[in-house]
C-alpha cells in the first residue's frame, strides 16, 4: 500500500511540476489564464486519471460480480469539460480579431499532461511539455526572422480622422510609400465635415509602433490618429 501511495504522491508531483512550467509561461505573458489554473489544471486531471485507473482494476475485486470497466473512460471526460474553460479565454475584439486561442489550447494541453502522466507517461509527459514550450516561445521568433514574408509582419489597426475628403486618396499614396502596406480600408463620413478612416495595416515584425504613429501624424490635414498593435 504504501508503494502506491508513493507512486500516486510522484504522479501528482511531477503533474505539478509540469503544469508549473506550462502555467509559468502563460504568466509571464500576463494571459488570462495564468500559474494557478495551469497547476489546477494539470494536477486534477492526473489525479482523475489516477482515479479512473484505479477503479478499473480494484471495483471488480471487491464485489463477486462481473464489472467491466474501461481504465481511461474518466480521463477521456477531461478532454470534452476542459472545452468549456478554453472556450472562456477565447476573446472576440471590437475590430474582428480573434484572442486567447493560444492560452486555450495550452489549457487542453495541461490536461493532456496531466492525463499522461497520471497513466504513467512519464517521459512521453516531460517531452511534451518540452515541445510545447518550444513551439509556442521559439519556433514563432524563428519565423520572424527566416521564415515567410507573412510571418515576418505583424497586422496593425489605425483610425485616422481627415479633415479634407480630397486627402483621403493622398493620404493613402503616403502610407504605400512608407513602406506600410494595406490590407482593409474602411471610409465613414463624420457630422462637422470631418471623415473617419480605418486602416488594417502590416509592417515588418521589428518595426515600432511608434514610427508607425509618427509617420502617420506627418501627413498634413489629420485631425487625429488612434493606433492599436504590438
Known amino acids: ?69 474501461d481504465p481511461l473512460r474518466l480521463a477521456a471526460q477531461i478532454v470534452s469539460g476542459i472545452g468549456f474553460l478554453g472556450a472562456g479565454v477565447i476573446l472576440r475584439r471590437g475590430n474582428d480579431s480573434i484572442s486567447g486561442l493560444t492560452t486555450a489550447a495550452m489549457i487542453w494541453g495541461a490536461a493532456g499532461i496531466g492525463i499522461a502522466v497520471g497513466a504513467g507517461f512519464y517521459l512521453e509527459a516531460i517531452a511534451g511539455v518540452t515541445l510545447l514550450i518550444i513551439s509556442v516561445e521559439f519556433i514563432p521568433f524563428a519565423m520572424g526572422l527566416i521564415g515567410p514574408k507573412q510571418l515576418r509582419e505583424k497586422v496593425i489597426m ?24 494595406i490590407k482593409n480600408i474602411r471610409i465613414k463620413d463624420l457630422k462637422g465635415g470631418d471623415h473617419l478612416v480605418q486602416l488594417k495595416v502590416t509592417v515588418d515584425i521589428k518595426r515600432h509602433i511608434t514610427d508607425v504613429y509618427y509617420t502617420i501624424s506627418k501627413f498634413e490635414n489629420i485631425h487625429s490618429v488612434e493606433i492599436e498593435g504590438l
Request: with cysteine.
Open 158 to 181: 489605425l483610425q485616422v480622422q481627415i479633415t479634407d475628403k480630397e486627402s483621403i486618396a493622398h493620404m493613402i499614396s503616403y502610407i504605400r510609400e512608407n513602406k506600410i502596406s
Open 1 to 69: 500500500m504504501m508503494s502506491i501511495d508513493t507512486d500516486i504522491l510522484l504522479k501528482l508531483g511531477i503533474s505539478a511540476i509540469l503544469g508549473l512550467v506550462i502555467g509559468l509561461e502563460r504568466e509571464l505573458k500576463r494571459k488570462p489564464v495564468g500559474l494557478k489554473t495551469s497547476l489546477v489544471i494539470s494536477i486534477v486531471s492526473c489525479l482523475l486519471t489516477i482515479v479512473s485507473i484505479q477503479s478499473a482494476y480494484t471495483f471488480p475485486h471487491d464485489y463477486d460480480i462481473n464489472i467491466t470497466m
